[in-house]
């Protein structure tokens, strides 16, 4: 199952309608902010095995290529997006759509996830989640996310495996990425992607505070 980063970003929540803490959904739309919390040294993101290391592409057309195969970044999206949803604060931040042949040994894993394993388009994200509150509880950054060509993604669908899901006990701070292969979007169309995250739950599985949506323009 599949359960940002450095604390000197750009915090103005994000605009749209806001949640009461007790039922409806909120919409909005991702602007930069500040990391309301300081994320410890030893909670910061370390390369992924199922991944290559894509820390030294800047700019579209980038190319690498590493143990773990070869990738050439498509698009990139400079965002630090913030969010409250109820105790949990959310960070999305360094969006990227990366195009990547994995080594052959990685191909029978990417199986299960791409129409084509031996090459295929990923939109990949970094995700920093705070409990904020004395009590655990139980959360997903990202429940259900869509690209602006209508192709649906849920929590399954994360091939980085990076714990992020599930219970954050209080004061538990969470971080790493996140990433979604793209079967049926073309990259040149992809405009924004909308998250939506879970409801978070308390110990019970009691919903305590609705989800969000937040759309985060690429283009």
């Given at each position: 199952m599949k359960y940002l980063m450095m604390a000197v970003l750009s915090m103005s929540l994000l605009a749209g309608c806001s949640t009461d803490g007790t039922g409806n959904e909120s919409h909005a739309e991702a602007k930069d902010s500040?990391?309301?919390?300081?994320?410890?040294?030893?909670?910061?993101?370390?390369?992924?095995?199922?991944?290559?290391d894509d820390s030294e592409l800047k700019k579209a057309g980038d190319h690498m290529e590493d143990e773990n195969g070869q990738l050439t970044l498509e698009a990139i999206k400079k965002v630090q997006a913030v969010e409250e949803i109820g105790p949990m604060q959310?960070?999305?931040?360094?969006?990227?759509v990366l195009n990547y042949s994995p080594s052959p040994d990685l191909i029978d894993y990417f199986h299960a996830f791409s129409d084509n394993e031996a090459n295929f388009n990923y939109i990949k994200f970094t995700v920093a989640a705070k409990n904020t509150s004395d009590q655990p509880v139980n959360f997903a950054p990202v429940e259900l996310l869509e690209t602006s060509t209508g192709e649906?993604?849920?929590?399954?669908?994360?091939?980085?495996?990076?714990?992020?899901?599930?219970?954050?006990?209080?004061?538990?701070?969470?971080?790493?990425?996140?990433?979604?292969?793209?079967?049926?979007?073309?990259?040149?169309?992809?405009k924004s992607i909308t998250i939506k995250t879970s409801d978070v739950m308390n110990e019970e599985q009691d919903s305590i505070h609705a989800g969000k949506e937040i759309k985060i323009k690429i283009k």
């Amino acid at each position: 199952m599949k359960y940002l980063m450095m604390a000197v970003l750009s915090m103005s929540l994000l605009a749209g309608c806001s949640t009461d803490g007790t039922g409806n959904e909120s919409h909005a739309e991702a602007k930069d902010s500040t990391v309301p919390f300081e994320i410890p040294e030893k909670t910061k993101y370390t390369n992924n095995p199922q991944a290559s290391d894509d820390s030294e592409l800047k700019k579209a057309g980038d190319h690498m290529e590493d143990e773990n195969g070869q990738l050439t970044l498509e698009a990139i999206k400079k965002v630090q997006a913030v969010e409250e949803i109820g105790p949990m604060q959310l960070v999305i931040e360094n969006i990227k759509v990366l195009n990547y042949s994995p080594s052959p040994d990685l191909i029978d894993y990417f199986h299960a996830f791409s129409d084509n394993e031996a090459n295929f388009n990923y939109i990949k994200f970094t995700v920093a989640a705070k409990n904020t509150s004395d009590q655990p509880v139980n959360f997903a950054p990202v429940e259900l996310l869509e690209t602006s060509t209508g192709e649906k993604k849920d929590f399954d669908d994360d091939f980085y495996l990076e714990n992020l899901y599930g219970v954050y006990q209080p004061g538990d701070i969470k971080v790493g990425n996140m990433g979604f292969v793209l079967n049926e979007t073309n990259v040149d169309e992809l405009k924004s992607i909308t998250i939506k995250t879970s409801d978070v739950m308390n110990e019970e599985q009691d919903s305590i505070h609705a989800g969000k949506e937040i759309k985060i323009k690429i283009k």
